[in-house]
Every structure is written in structure tokens, then in C-alpha cells.
């Protein structure tokens, strides 16, 4: 998710992992799919039908701008990142936005 | 051709006996245009050849030890999906697409991933689908069945059961669903029905995608999952709350 102002510069990024975890033979976490022997519990994929909540703030000073725009993007990759069977980098898809202005005058 | 026959032909290649019997998907393009059009696009047309796979294919044999890269049952756990032709293959056969694959010999490659002859083919010259009154032609009978219809048919690859690797385990996810309950399986959301022909020629029908959409699909991902951004200023900071929905009846991300 990214919150840019005006201008466009992004001045916040924040980034939130969804991905499948499991353990491996000595219980450790492991994202290596060949070392997994179990499910985790710190798996972080969105589960079937799951809706997860998260409330988020930034600081936010004049200068920083009067119109902010906030954007979330969702990039659906393995892990690595790695180019898909046509060469391709995996793509951020842009999947919400809102635009909000800060009330009052802009100092000088 | 047999064995000998090839070695005489100067094709000693143990792969070429077995392409013989396993035509790969480019020779049923003449007549299945469109399907195989949408196939060359998909994820199982890549199978054995993206770079992902081959980049993560050695790594496993490493993983293994040093002599996976000569035990033909070493690779199976990646190649019984990956190539699900190999599954009854000989073991001269899935020694030498290992070398491929480890070679990086893509080319090679051709015919051996999830194609045409791997989902449609059950022995012989007989090809099966989903479609309840398929003609015969002069290239290979034609016969229905139900199966195609069913989730249970990506299971095979699609499910995870230890020991096997845990690439995806979609299945397990949608057989607990409310989906499955409701009867909407894999292929309703994966292979959307269409308006079309199965082949050049053949009446107008209702037939399958065969682009097998997934996460990696923008339309697909915005489908599958909702994010709604609702934001607002407090004093000196902007506050922002983020949800985020899977809609879909399996994991997201998963394969």
C-alpha cells in the first residue's frame, strides 16, 4: 500500500507478506517447499473466504501535501520473485484506491 | 519405432521412442486451434520450462543428494505433475529429461508438460473430454467422460498429501468449501465455459477455457479478492483502514 500526495511522490510504503508457510523435520518455519513435512501455523495466506482487517497511520504534516491518494497494489508471485513461463516479472495489480484532502489552508 | 530401430536411425535418444507414442501438443493444433491457442498461454503449457521450475528443479536434486541426479525415481516427486506422461515412463526416459531439464534444453522439453495427450489421452488412440457427444474423426476416437467435470480431476496435482511436496493444495481447501457444496468446481472459475468448436469443423457447442487462469492473472486476482481502502484524517495523521476479502474457496496464494 503506498500513500502519495499530490505531486505524486510516494512518501509511505507499507508492504504485507501473504504467503504459504510450512514447518520443516525439525519443526522450523520454512517457505522451501521440498523441506516441508507439515502445515504451519504462521502461514499467512488468506484462508478460504477469510476477510482480514488491519487499521494503518501515517503522520501526516502540511508539507507533506493537501490531497493524499492511497493505493493498494497486490503482486502474486512464487517466492523468489521469478519471471513466469513467458519471461514475464510478476505484475502489481491494482486492486483499491482512495483520495482524501487534508481540510484547512495549506501554510505558505 | 522401436528402440533398435531408433538406435539405427541414429535417434538413440530414449525420449524419441516415447514422443512417438506421446505426440505433443502441437500436432493436435491443426484441429483443436483454439485450445491449443489458449493452452500455449497457460501456466501448464510452462510447466517444465518456466523459470521458476528449472531454476528450483536442481536445487531440489541438491537438496536430495548426489545421487538424484541419476535415480530416475529422485524426480518423479516434481515430474509426476510437472510431466505427468513420466508417470509410466521408462527410466531411461525420465534420466534423460532430467538432463534436459538440468540443461536448461527447453526445446527438448516440448511434449513432455502438462498438455493435450497428459489430461485428454487414456491410452491408445482414444481422447476423452467433458463434451457428452463427441464425434470421432480420422485422427483418434473420441469419448466422454464425466470425470472432466468433477474437481477431483485437478486432485492428482492440485492436493497435497505427505510425503509429496507441497506445491498446492487447492483441492483440500475447496472439498471443506461451501463451493463444493453448491457444486462449483475447479473448472467452473478455471476452464469458464464458452461458446465455440472442440475442433476445426465440429458443430457450435458450449466448450471449456483452456488459459487456466489463476492468481497470476490480474482479472482473476481482482475476482478472487477484495481490498477496500477506507481513509481518514485524525490530528496530525492519516489513518487508514485496510480489507482485505478472499472470496474464493481455497487459499490465496496457493497453486
Given at each position: 500500500?503506498?500513500?502519495s500526495?499530490?505531486?505524486g511522490?510516494?512518501f509511505e510504503?507499507?508492504?504485507?507478506v501473504?504467503a504459504n508457510f510450512?514447518l ?5 518455519t520454512?517457505?522451501?517447499a521440498?523441506?516441508?513435512v507439515n502445515?504451519?501455523?504462521g502461514?499467512t495466506a488468506?484462508?478460504p473466504?477469510?476477510?482480514r482487517?488491519?487499521k494503518?497511520s501515517?503522520p501526516?504534516?502540511?508539507r507533506?501535501g493537501?490531497r ?10 512464487y517466492?523468489p520473485?521469478s519471471r513466469?513461463?513467458f519471461g514475464?516479472?510478476?505484475q ?7 483520495s482524501l484532502t ?6 505558505s | 519405432m522401436t ?8 535417434r538413440?535418444?530414449p ?7 506421446h505426440?505433443p501438443?502441437?500436432?493436435c493444433?491443426s484441429c483443436?486451434v483454439e485450445h491449443?491457442?489458449?493452452w500455449s498461454?497457460?501456466?501448464?503449457a510452462r ?8 531454476k ?5 536434486l ?5 545421487q ?5 525415481q529422485?524426480?518423479m516427486?516434481?515430474?509426476?505433475c510437472?510431466?505427468?506422461?513420466l ?5 531411461q526416459?525420465i534420466?534423460q529429461?532430467?538432463?534436459?531439464v538440468?540443461?536448461?534444453e527447453?526445446?527438448?522439453l516440448?511434449g513432455?508438460?502438462v ?7 487414456d491410452?491408445?488412440r ?9 464425434k ?6 473420441s469419448k466422454f467422460s464425466r470425470s472432466?467435470r468433477d ?6 496435482c492440485h492436493?497435497w498429501?505427505?510425503?509429496a511436496?507441497?506445491c ?7 472439498k471443506?468449501s461451501?463451493a463444493a457444496?453448491q457444486?462449483?468446481?475447479?473448472q467452473?472459475c478455471?476452464m469458464?465455459e464458452?461458446d465455440?468448436?472442440a475442433a476445426a469443423?465440429g458443430p457450435p ?14 482479472a482473476?486476482l481482482?475476482?478472487a479478492?477484495?481490498l ?10 492519516l489513518?487508514?483502514?485496510a ?6 474457496p481455497h487459499?490465496?496464494p496457493?497453486?
Amino acid at each position: 500500500m503506498t500513500v502519495s500526495d499530490e505531486t505524486g511522490w510516494e512518501f509511505e510504503t507499507i508492504k504485507r507478506v501473504y504467503a504459504n508457510f510450512g514447518l520443516d523435520k525439525n519443526g522450523e518455519t520454512s517457505g522451501i517447499a521440498w523441506k516441508i513435512v507439515n502445515r504451519s501455523p504462521g502461514s499467512t495466506a488468506l484462508k478460504p473466504e477469510e476477510t482480514r482487517a488491519e487499521k494503518l497511520s501515517f503522520p501526516v504534516e502540511p508539507r507533506d501535501g493537501k490531497r493524499f491518494t492511497i493505493q493498494a497494489r497486490v503482486r502474486y508471485h512464487y517466492t523468489p520473485p521469478s519471471r513466469d513461463g513467458f519471461g514475464q516479472e510478476p505484475q502489481a495489480t491494482k486492486m483499491a484506491e482512495t483520495s482524501l484532502t487534508l481540510p484547512g489552508k495549506r501554510p505558505s | 519405432m522401436t528402440g533398435a530401430e531408433a538406435l539405427l536411425a541414429g535417434r538413440a535418444e530414449p525420449t524419441a521412442d516415447f514422443r512417438a507414442s506421446h505426440p505433443p501438443a502441437t500436432q493436435c493444433a491443426s484441429c483443436h486451434v483454439e485450445h491449443f491457442k489458449e493452452w500455449s498461454g497457460s501456466v501448464h503449457a510452462r510447466s517444465l520450462t518456466s523459470e521458476n521450475f528449472l531454476k528450483t528443479f536442481p536445487q531440489y536434486l541438491d537438496f536430495l543428494g548426489k545421487q538424484a541426479r541419476e535415480d530416475p525415481q529422485a524426480p518423479m516427486a516434481c515430474f509426476s505433475c510437472h510431466a505427468p506422461l513420466l508417470r509410466n515412463a521408462d527410466p531411461q526416459v525420465i534420466r534423460q529429461v532430467t538432463t534436459f531439464v538440468l540443461a536448461k534444453e527447453t526445446k527438448k522439453l516440448d511434449g513432455f508438460e502438462v498438455g493435450c495427450v497428459s489430461c485428454h489421452a487414456d491410452g491408445g488412440r482414444v481422447f476423452s473430454g467433458p463434451i457428452g457427444d463427441p464425434k470421432d474423426n480420422p485422427f483418434h476416437r473420441s469419448k466422454f467422460s464425466r470425470s472432466y467435470r468433477d474437481s477431483s480431476f485437478c486432485a492428482a496435482c492440485h492436493t497435497w498429501t505427505a510425503p509429496a511436496i507441497p506445491c498446492s493444495d487447492v483441492y483440500s481447501d475447496w472439498k471443506k468449501s461451501r463451493a463444493a457444496k453448491q457444486g462449483k468446481t475447479c473448472q467452473s472459475c478455471h476452464m469458464a465455459e464458452q461458446d465455440g468448436t472442440a475442433a476445426a469443423g465440429g458443430p457450435p457447442r458450449k466448450i471449456h477455457g483452456h488459459t487456466f487462469p489463476g492468481g497470476r492473472s490480474a482479472a482473476m486476482l481482482q475476482q478472487a479478492v477484495v481490498l477496500r481502502l477506507e481513509a481518514a484524517f485524525r490530528k496530525d495523521r492519516l489513518e487508514v483502514a485496510a480489507t482485505v476479502r478472499n472470496l474464493v474457496p481455497h487459499r490465496v496464494p496457493d497453486g
